[in-house]
Nanobody
Framework: VQLQASGGGLVQAGGSLRLSCSASGRTFKSNKMAWFRQLPGEERVFVAALHWSGTIDYADSVKGRFTVSRDNAKNTVYLQMNILKPEDTAVYFC??????????????????WGQGTLVTVSS
């Protein structure tokens, strides 16, 4: 399995970005795609998770601003980020795995990771 994340960049506060995560390989063995973000020296923090059934979970910090969607034909998951804040600045990672429901927000539940894409929100 390979994940390729893209779409990061520099944006002013209040602006928008859309991140993409393209998956290839034996992705059918996994049932969740998630987004995490990480600051230097800190652990990866859960942002959102999409179960292949369609269920989506969001961290409280991004609810109402971020939206996860999926394009099955392209095997790609998107993270639309609106009303961005400086505290959203981080490296964003997509991840694929089979965590149990209670572990869907934990990085340890995901076996496959993209390379990360930097999002910088200026104030």
């Amino acid at each position: 399995v390979q994940l390729q994340a893209s779409g990061g960049g520099l944006v002013q506060a209040g602006g928008s970005l859309r991140l993409s995560c393209s998956a290839s390989g034996r992705t059918f063995k996994s049932n969740k795609m998630a987004w995490f973000r990480q600051l230097p020296g800190e652990e990866r923090v859960f942002v959102a998770a999409l179960h292949w059934s369609g269920t989506i979970d969001y961290a409280d910090s991004v609810k109402g601003r971020f939206t996860v969607s999926r394009d099955n034909a392209k095997n790609t998951v998107y993270l639309q980020m609106n009303i961005l804040k400086p505290e959203d600045t981080a490296v964003y990672f997509c991840a694929l795995g089979n965590p149990i429901h209670s572990e869907r927000g934990h990085a340890s539940g995901y076996a496959y990771w993209g390379q990360g894409t930097l999002v910088t929100v200026s104030s």
